[in-house]
């Protein structure tokens, strides 16, 4: 079993170190907050008055905290508990923080010979609760190795996402896509409403459809990421329904300020020669717009 200390005991941390505890880890816990840890010592964990005491003799050291700066104020801060990491110790970040935070916080830890890996987690607290967290997993292969045991009575799944710093980077990347789609979803089903569809319908067209499915598995595929831009269906016309599509919202007066931007975009793809090219193509216009592209 290991000896492992716990930081930031809120939503995801109590329930993830209440996990390790009920495999039988030795889990020495801190927060600022002293009800979350009365939580967590009634239930058989340590604590100590002071960072330094708490990580004292720990094989893995776990945050798991709102941002960044936070991170690296548990670590490097005043209080902080750099100075008491153990020997060939693991430091594991499970926070979702910025992912240039994240390489300098691994970069100065590395600098004192000390291991660090970042492990940001997938899913929902009820996941924490039930220990099926998706654990993006960002280290050496070998650090991945030493932590898989601890880390899979946190989650039930751990993917290797290819190297230090690779795990904070995928879990920005998932967010990115799922909160912007959470916005675009809340226009679509709003333009519904005022439209007096019933949702139930429009959700059984659009789950058949790339609306719903998503694009990188369904039009994808075989067009653009095979380099084929001839059209399946032309940005012209995708360019046209969208424009349909706002120009109903407006008069019933529904903003669709993500739909206003994505319509933009066809324009812009439009007015760069691409109207004929198939609607798919509009990653080369947004890569070409990034300078990814010639
Ligand atoms: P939370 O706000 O519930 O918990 C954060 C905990 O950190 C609190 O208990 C707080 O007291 C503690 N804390 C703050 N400053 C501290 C300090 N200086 N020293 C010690 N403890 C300190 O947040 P959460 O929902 O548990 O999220 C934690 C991380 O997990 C965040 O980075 C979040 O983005 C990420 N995350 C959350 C979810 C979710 O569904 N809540 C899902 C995936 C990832």
Request: hydrophobic share 45%.
């Given at each position: 079993?290991?000896?492992?200390?716990f930081i930031?005991l809120g939503q995801m941390g109590?329930?993830m170190?209440?996990?390790?505890?009920?495999?039988?880890?030795?889990?020495?816990v801190?927060?600022?907050?002293?009800a979350?840890?009365?939580?967590l010592?009634?239930?058989?964990?340590?604590?100590s008055?002071?960072?330094?005491?708490v990580?004292?003799?720990?094989?893995?050291?776990?945050?798991?905290?709102?941002?960044?700066?936070?991170?690296?104020?548990v670590i490097?801060?005043?209080?902080g508990?750099v100075?008491?990491i153990?020997p060939n110790a693991l430091v594991?970040d499970?926070?979702t923080?910025?992912?240039?935070?994240?390489?300098?916080?691994r970069?100065?830890?590395?600098?004192?010979?000390?291991?660090f890996?970042?492990?940001?987690?997938?899913?929902?607290?009820?996941?924490?609760?039930?220990?099926?967290?998706?654990?993006l997993?960002?280290?050496t292969?070998?650090?991945?190795?030493?932590?898989s045991?601890?880390?899979?009575c946190?989650?039930?799944?751990?993917i290797?996402t290819?190297?230090?710093g690779?795990?904070?980077r995928v879990?920005?990347?998932?967010n990115?896509?799922?909160?912007?789609l959470?916005?675009?979803s809340?226009?679509?089903?709003?333009?519904?409403?005022?439209?007096?569809?019933?949702?139930?319908?429009a959700?059984?067209v659009?789950?058949?459809t790339p609306a719903?499915?998503g694009h990188?598995?369904?039009?994808w595929p075989?067009?653009?990421?095979k380099?084929?831009?001839?059209?399946a269906?032309?940005?012209?016309l995708a360019?046209?329904?969208l424009?349909?599509?706002l120009?109903v919202?407006n008069?019933?007066?529904?903003p669709l300020?993500m739909?206003?931007?994505s319509?933009?975009?066809?324009s812009?793809a439009?007015a760069m020669?691409?109207g004929?090219?198939?609607?798919?193509a509009?990653l080369?216009h947004?890569?070409?717009c990034s300078g990814?592209?010639?």
């Amino acid at each position: 079993m290991a000896k492992i200390a716990f930081i930031g005991l809120g939503q995801m941390g109590s329930p993830m170190a209440t996990n390790l505890l009920k495999k039988g880890h030795e889990v020495s816990v801190y927060d600022i907050n002293l009800a979350a840890i009365e939580k967590l010592t009634a239930l058989g964990a340590a604590s100590s008055p002071t960072l330094n005491e708490v990580v004292q003799g720990c094989e893995f050291i776990i945050t798991m905290l709102p941002n960044g700066k936070l991170v690296e104020h548990v670590i490097f801060g005043e209080q902080g508990f750099v100075n008491a990491i153990a020997p060939n110790a693991l430091v594991i970040d499970m926070s979702t923080i910025h992912p240039f935070e994240s390489d300098q916080i691994r970069e100065k830890l590395n600098a004192l010979d000390i291991q660090f890996m970042d492990a940001p987690v997938g899913r929902t607290s009820d996941n924490a609760i039930a220990g099926t967290l998706l654990i993006l997993a960002g280290g050496t292969d070998e650090q991945i190795a030493k932590a898989s045991d601890i880390l899979l009575c946190m989650g039930s799944e751990i993917i290797n996402t290819g190297g230090p710093g690779h795990g904070i980077r995928v879990k920005l990347i998932n967010n990115f896509m799922s909160i912007s789609l959470n916005a675009l979803s809340a226009e679509t089903a709003t333009l519904c409403e005022a439209l007096d569809l019933p949702f139930d319908i429009a959700m059984r067209v659009m789950q058949g459809t790339p609306a719903n499915k998503g694009h990188f598995t369904t039009t994808w595929p075989n067009k653009v990421l095979k380099g084929d831009l001839s059209p399946a269906f032309m940005i012209d016309l995708a360019h046209k329904d969208l424009g349909i599509a706002l120009d109903v919202a407006n008069q019933l007066h529904v903003p669709l300020a993500m739909g206003a931007a994505s319509r933009e975009l066809y324009s812009q793809a439009r007015a760069m020669g691409r109207g004929k090219q198939d609607w798919t193509a509009i990653l080369e216009h947004v890569r070409f717009c990034s300078g990814l592209t010639k």
